[in-house]
């Protein structure tokens, strides 16, 4: 049921939520997920860090 969940936020975009539900599978299935979460990890921080970036160009262009 969490591997399903996590999915469906998957491809609704909302990796927090994917994550999330990740953290409630245990054991040798969780190892399984190891790549995947890494990856969703890293593309989560990589959209953080391009909010951040749009967000700076935003503020240094109202002050041009």
């Known amino acids: ?7 469906y936020f998957m491809e609704h975009e ?3 939520k994917a ?3 990740l953290d409630q599978i245990k054991g040798y299935p969780r190892s399984l997920l190891a790549d995947w ?3 969703a990890k890293e593309r989560l921080v ?13 503020v240094r262009h109202l002050q041009l």
Do not use: K, W
């Open 1 to 7: 049921a969490a591997l399903s969940r996590a999915a």
């Open 14 to 16: 909302n990796i927090p």
């Open 19 to 21: 994550l999330s539900e």
């Open 37 to 39: 979460e890494r990856a």
């Open 46 to 58: 990589a959209e953080q860090s391009l909010t951040a970036l749009r967000s700076a160009a935003a």
